[in-house]
């Protein structure tokens, strides 16, 4: 769990946006660089920058740049990983990371952020009802 920023980016100047660019920080800790267990520094300053984009020569692969920086790092460590499109099937991904905070309130969705507050988990989503909460007269 961690705070991510994104910017979409119009990389050659063409009027359409065709980069994803994510930044994350404040990540929990203690955590593990990969399924091996490699931990990573325990003062939890981990940054994890991505670019992600179609591949400009076929157009059905998805590239994400993964760019991890850490204190138990002797330096920048990259990773490319690649998505084919199947345009004839259905994808479904399911990340279930630790503490993945989905709170459903009435019929919305929302999520808890790193620092414990309640967010909204698209965009102009309107704040939660606050019938659904036992609210205390002073």
């Excluded at 099937?89 to 905070?101: G, L, T, Y």
Aim: proline residues 6%; charged residues 30%; glycine residues 6%.
């Amino acid at each position: 769990m961690g705070y991510s920023i994104g910017k979409w980016v119009d990389e050659g100047g063409t009027g359409q946006y065709n980069l994803l660019e994510v930044e994350t920080r404040n990540m929990k800790g203690p955590r593990s660089f990969d399924p091996s267990g490699i931990p990573l520094h325990d003062d939890n300053q981990t940054i994890v920058m991505e670019r992600i984009y179609l591949d400009k020569a076929d157009s059905n692969i998805l590239r994400d740049e993964i760019t991890t920086i850490d204190h138990a790092l002797t330096r920048p460590w990259t990773v490319i990983k690649n998505y084919r499109r199947y345009r004839n099937s259905i994808w479904i991904e399911s990340i279930c990371s630790e503490a993945n905070p989905h709170v459903r309130i009435g019929k919305e969705n929302y999520m808890m952020s790193a620092d414990g507050y309640l967010m909204p988990a698209k965009k102009d989503q309107a704040p939660p009802d606050l019938r659904y909460f036992n609210q205390q007269k002073k």
